[in-house]
């Protein structure tokens, strides 16, 4: 099965909404756009959702917000991950809040290192 490309309107919407700064990482993953802090990934796109890591607590309240179980292939739910709802999507105010959370919550994680092997392209 084929993963469609993201709607040229969500690219640019995370461009826009996910932060610039020290230690926030832009990449590609599965060919999306990707964000990450010390490589934990913690917003990205797939096909036309908008998609966050999220801790227990913000993830229960994102879910009364609406916000559904993320599942790049059917039933196979990636647990942490929402889909940010449309509505919340819609007010860049709102979005940048939450997207602060997942953010903020990868950033207490340990980094990542480097994977034996990999080399930089």
Same mark, same amino acid.
């Given at each position: 099965?084929?993963?469609? !490309?993201?709607?040229?309107? *969500?690219?640019?919407?995370?461009?826009? *909404?996910?932060?610039?700064?020290?230690?926030?990482? #832009?990449?590609?993953?599965?060919?999306?756009?990707?964000?990450?802090?010390?490589?934990?990934?913690?917003?990205?796109? +797939?096909?036309?959702?908008?998609?966050?890591?999220?801790?227990?607590?913000?993830?229960?309240?994102?879910?009364?917000?609406?916000?559904?179980?993320?599942?790049?292939?059917?039933? #196979?739910?990636?647990?942490?991950? %929402?889909?940010?709802?449309?509505?919340?999507?819609?007010?860049?105010?709102?979005?940048? #809040?939450? %997207?602060?959370?997942?953010?903020? +919550?990868?950033?207490?994680?340990?980094? !990542?290192?480097?994977? !034996?092997?990999?080399? !930089?392209?």
């Amino acid at each position: 099965m084929a993963w469609k !490309k993201s709607p040229p309107e *969500l690219v640019s919407a995370f461009d826009r *909404l996910v932060p610039v700064t020290r230690g926030v990482e #832009r990449r590609k993953m599965f060919g999306y756009p990707a964000a990450f802090v010390g490589g934990n990934m913690f917003a990205g796109l +797939h096909e036309d959702r908008f998609v966050l890591r999220l801790d227990d607590g913000a993830l229960a309240e994102a879910k009364r917000l609406g916000a559904k179980e993320f599942e790049p292939m059917p039933g #196979r739910a990636m647990q942490g991950w %929402i889909i940010l709802p449309a509505r919340l999507l819609a007010d860049d105010d709102e979005a940048r #809040r939450w %997207i602060e959370r997942p953010r903020s +919550h990868v950033s207490t994680m340990p980094a !990542k290192g480097k994977k !034996k092997g990999a080399t !930089k392209r």
